[in-house]
């Protein structure tokens, strides 16, 4: 890092720090420290939430994923979009959930269920989510030092003190004082300005990454790969032990199984003004990310072509001198990519990436804090009171659990070593709740016959499994796998996994599910529950069959919805919604057609590396051109939450 790298770092928080000091004041309760007071649109909502999802740790394990993989999972991702597409359409689970009007999803969970039941899924929300966050400040502050090439140590009033504690401490301390400025007010407003600035810097850097690197140069580094291991040819990567086919065939039914159940960004899920401007800030996800996608992917195939590809040696060995001072082999894999970039980067792009990956931690950092912190207040220690709490006591009582958070997170942080890769170990912890609150949520939104009894099976079940996965994945290399060789020293399963347990956190997590699911089903159908759906959905005119009033909810009308058809959709809606089908289901189609051609005929590598030039070439003027779009409606709905805000209420 010179000069003006750190120039533009202190600069971006300066004015971050101003803006939300700022819209601090707009403040006034509990609503607005919780939701804003649902005073959020369409833009700002996808541009505040993407990058409160992207996270410094996300770009870190997002590097993971494609220095292993390379283009592969990109293949994939045309498999899974559909998917997407469908629950952003047809507004699965967040506009039944809207419907509710409950701010968090354990209050939803005791209309449906009980109370009981809804202090045990808050507690399990709450520790399947602080376990999950308790690694994201250890990885984003070792990237920070290693890309900005920072000491180990520094030296404080004669003092020498170890670096790495210090700036975790600093960046949590920085996250909390947002989160208690004005809850999630600050919180949208911060997350917004900082999806901006993410949004320019992005496209910048795959600009920059396409003419530093040729792309013969690119594929001739990515063709040094094992051939069953390919990284430009999906169908010749067989051999990969964790980011494979099944590694995606499990994430297609995550995607369906846990919409809207993780609730890290709780915040934003109550913040929308109506049910349909969630519904279409899903639908316009798919086009925010265009640019920062293609950024975050050419990045790590970069850095692999120059360490591999003989033409750029010089930079190799430097890169290569670099990670050679990191001692464990887990930390010097998670920080190949930044390591590399950092020498790749010049001067003033270092400054803008660091930028990033310190916009995009605290925007993590900032709603995690609030959510986890939000949902121990309100769905475990409130729950229990007899009493409620006066607004400025709740407000001080949500301002200390995320204070909480915080601390722990430093404490984990310091002593948990992680063992596998990062989005693995984000499975198998999410899982702890995911595993049965897929079954609990769609099932108590959707179906009558969902009983108490199968969700508290189904959560019991989740947890258990996915927290005995994290156990087990912990002592296997250092005790349990010594100890079964030596029950059974002549077994070859256990030699050829003695330093690893054979079963990756995703294919953990994708085993609770399933139990937690089948537990679910089962125990719903033993019992006799018809639980009342329409008075719950704020549907009372067609229980009362009333005729005239009462809006029909039938699948004509969901089908009319999922296409852009209903009531609520506007002209541009509907293009909108035309659009992004036509889109996703363009490339689902050459997905389909691909896959088939493919394992008819042996289709040689230059066909694939032509494949990705033309689909680099066609995403990268989109990726201009949505990146102008949302700054647009961005700014917009970011003048209007300030207006509403201060506009007299009740």
């Not at 700022?22 to 607005?32: P, Q, Y």
């Not at 498999?79 to 419907?99: N, T």
């Not at 996250?175 to 999806?195: E, H, N, R």
């Not at 198998?428 to 609150?437: R, S």
Request: hydrophobic content about 55%.
């Amino acid at each position: 890092m010179r000069t003006l790298d750190w120039v533009i770092l202190a600069a971006a928080l300066l004015a971050l720090l101003g803006a939300c000091v700022g819209a601090s004041r707009l403040m006034r309760g509990v609503s607005d420290y919780l939701v804003a007071s649902r005073c959020a649109g369409r833009y700002l909502l996808t541009l505040s939430e993407g990058v409160a999802g992207l996270g410094a740790i996300t770009i870190v394990g997002t590097f993971e994923v494609f220095y292993n993989a390379g283009f592969v999972p990109v293949w994939w991702g045309y498999f899974l979009a559909p998917l997407g597409l469908f629950i952003a359409l047809s507004g699965f689970v967040i506009y039944r959930y809207r419907q509710t009007r409950a701010m968090t999803m354990a209050e939803f969970v005791e209309m449906r269920y009980s109370r009981r039941f809804r202090l045990f899924f808050g507690a399990t929300t709450f520790l399947s989510g602080v376990i999950n966050y308790g690694i994201f400040p250890a990885v984003t502050v070792r990237c920070f030092m290693q890309f900005c090439g920072l000491p180990d140590t520094v030296a404080l009033g004669g003092v020498s003190l170890p670096l790495f504690p210090l700036l975790m401490a600093l960046e949590l301390g920085l996250a909390v004082a947002l989160v208690w400025l004005g809850g999630q007010i600050t919180i949208l407003v911060s997350d917004y300005l900082q999806a901006v600035f993410c949004l320019v810097v992005f496209l910048a850097l795959m600009l920059f990454t396409l003419w530093w690197m040729p792309w013969a140069e690119l594929m001739a580094g990515l063709a040094t790969a094992p051939e069953a291991r390919s990284l430009v040819h999906p169908f010749r990567a067989g051999d990969a032990s964790d980011f494979n086919t099944a590694y995606y065939l499990i994430g297609a039914f995550m995607v369906v199984y846990t919409t809207r159940a993780w609730q890290g960004t709780s915040g934003y899920n109550a913040s929308a003004r109506s049910p349909h401007e969630a519904r279409m800030a899903g639908i316009l996800a798919n086009w925010r990310a265009m640019g920062q996608n293609l950024a975050l992917l050419l990045m790590p195939l970069c850095v692999f072509a120059v360490l591999h590809n003989p033409h750029f040696a010089e930079q190799a060995a430097r890169i290569n001198e670099v990670l050679a001072g990191i001692a464990d082999p887990a930390t010097r894999a998670q920080m190949t990519v930044p390591a590399g970039l950092s020498v790749i980067l010049p001067v003033g792009f270092v400054g803008l990436l660091a930028t990033v990956l310190v916009a995009a931690a605290i925007s993590t950092d900032n709603t995690y804090l609030h959510s986890w912190g939000s949902i121990f207040i309100q769905d475990v220690v409130l729950p229990l009171r007899k009493k409620p709490l006066d607004p400025k006591q709740h407000v001080r009582w949500l301002r200390g659990a995320s204070l909480g958070v915080a601390l722990f997170a430093l404490g984990f942080s310091l002593i948990f070593p992680l063992k596998d890769y990062i989005f693995m170990f984000m499975d198998v912890t999410g899982a702890i709740f995911l595993g049965g609150a897929g079954s609990v949520i769609i099932g108590g939104l959707y179906w009558r016959r969902g009983s108490t009894a199968a969700a508290w099976t189904a959560m019991i079940v989740g947890a258990v499994l996915s927290g005995g996965g994290i156990a087990v994945q912990q002592a296997w290399p250092g005790a349990l796998a010594p100890r079964l060789a030596g029950i059974f020293p002549e077994n070859a399963w256990l030699a050829a996994h003695a330093d690893r347990f054979p079963f990756n956190g995703r294919e953990i997590m994708f085993g609770a599910m399933l139990a937690a699911l089948s537990s679910y089903v089962l125990v719903s159908l033993c019992g006799r529950t018809r639980f009342d759906l329409e008075t719950m959905l704020g549907r009372e005119a067609r229980v009362a069959h009333d005729a005239a009033s009462a809006p029909r909810f039938g699948w004509r009308e969901r089908l009319a919805e999922l296409v852009g058809r209903g009531p609520e959709f506007t002209r541009g809606d509907r293009w909108l919604c035309r659009l992004t089908m036509t889109w996703t289901l363009g490339w689902w189609c050459v997905f389909v057609v691909g896959t088939i051609y493919n394992l008819a005929v042996d289709v040689p590598v230059s066909s694939w590396e032509t494949f990705w030039r033309w689909n680099i070439g066609l995403s990268v003027p989109l990726g201009v051109f949505a990146t102008g779009w949302f700054l647009v409606g961005g700014a917009r709905d970011f003048r209007r939450l300030f207006r509403d805000l201060r506009a007299p209420r009740e």
